[in-house]
């Protein structure tokens, strides 16, 4: 069974720093492209964030320059440095491969 476990959310203040961890159970993440989604208050989820197997990132022009995808795949372990944090990046954090079920996320709300 492939699952997701987003860890690392909670409230910060504006302008402060938050890292994400995603640990990934029942693939090995070295051979698969992974992203982080998120879902805001009343909006549609969202790729936030993308890296492939090569280790060639992407981003949302909304938080590029401010967050950072990598992985480790001795760890299975899919991570997302986020600074300099706006309110507007509260939402529900996610990592996934595509193609497999989603996790339960994590809350990340910035506010002041």
């Known amino acids: 069974q492939v699952q997701f476990v987003e860890s690392g959310g909670e409230l910060v203040q504006p302008g402060e720093s938050l890292s994400l961890s995603c640990a990934v159970r029942g693939i090995p993440i070295r051979i698969r492209f992974m992203a982080w989604y998120r879902q805001g208050p009343g909006k549609q989820r969202e790729l936030v964030a993308g890296i492939n197997s090569d280790g060639t990132t992407s981003y949302t022009e909304a938080v590029k320059g401010r967050f950072t995808i990598s992985r480790d795949n001795t760890k299975n372990t899919v991570y997302l440095q986020m600074n300099n944090l706006k309110p507007e990046d509260t939402a529900v954090y996610y990592c996934?491969?595509?193609?497999?079920?989603w996790g339960r996320g994590t809350q990340v709300t910035v506010s002041s």
């Open positions: 996934r491969c595509p193609g497999f079920s």
